[in-house]
T-cell receptor, first 112, second 121 residues
């Protein structure tokens, strides 16, 4: 039931690009992306809805492939501030409360 | 403040003691969620409130866990007879929710507090 994220960890140099994937075995209603720095609250990045919608947030964008039940987060020209752990949270059609099932996280480290 | 506020920030308790964790959501947010986050893992859903009604408590791991939101604002998560496996960060999140949100709850961003780090000795 828990979505699977890949890769588990990635190390980048400033300015490099990265892709983080989130796959689910269940039919998804929406996919939420968060970034969490150590000891801090998860910070909302964006929501992807059914329909293959793409969204952007500065140099961070994401897509949602409804057929594959997969979402991808794209980080372009990474900055030091992008370091942290990225979580996808999925909402399914079986519950309308909005509760999210989170993946295990992808740790991103951006080096100068 | 404008964000979700949780207290205490850190809590250390001896095994067997009862603890109470507080969450003050963003003003006007109808939906309130509690999540448990183990070290190195993603948050795991515990329970959901819409105003004062607890509509989903499917994630509470045992009957030692109890949550309430009596006036539809501040919420308290209580853990009785704590065990070492209860050690984790407890996160609270709120969202617009309900009719005020205007959109499906599943499409609304959740705003998290910094959490309470609970350590059971």
């Amino acid at each position: 039931q828990q979505p699977v994220q890949s890769p588990q960890a990635v190390i980048l140099r400033e300015g490099e690009d990265a892709v983080i994937n989130c796959s689910s075995s269940k039919a998804l209603y929406s996919v939420h992306w968060y970034r969490q720095k150590h000891g801090e609250a998860p910070v909302f990045l964006m929501i992807l809805l059914k329909g293959g919608e793409q969204k952007g947030h500065e140099k961070i964008s994401a897509s949602f492939n409804e057929k594959k039940q997969q979402s991808s987060l794209y980080l372009t020209a990474s900055q030091l501030s992008y370091s942290g752990t990225y979580f996808c949270g999925t909402a399914t059609g079986s519950s309308n409360t909005g509760k999210l099932i989170f993946g295990q996280g992808t740790t991103l480290q951006v080096k100068p | 403040g404008a964000g979700v506020s949780q207290s205490p920030r850190y809590k250390v308790a001896k095994r067997g003691q009862d603890v109470a964790l507080r969450c003050d959501p963003i003003s006007g947010h109808v939906s309130l969620f509690w999540y448990q986050q183990a070290l190195g893992q993603g948050p795991e859903f515990l329970t959901y409130f819409q105003n004062e009604a607890q509509l989903d408590k499917s994630g509470l791991p045992s009957d030692r866990f109890f949550a309430e939101r009596p006036e539809g604002s501040v919420s308290t998560l209580k853990i009785q007879r704590t065990q070492q496996e209860d050690s984790a960060v407890y996160l609270c999140a709120s969202s617009l929710g309900g009719l005020q949100g205007g959109t499906d709850r599943r499409n609304q961003p959740q705003h998290f507090g910094d959490g309470t780090r609970l350590s059971i000795l």
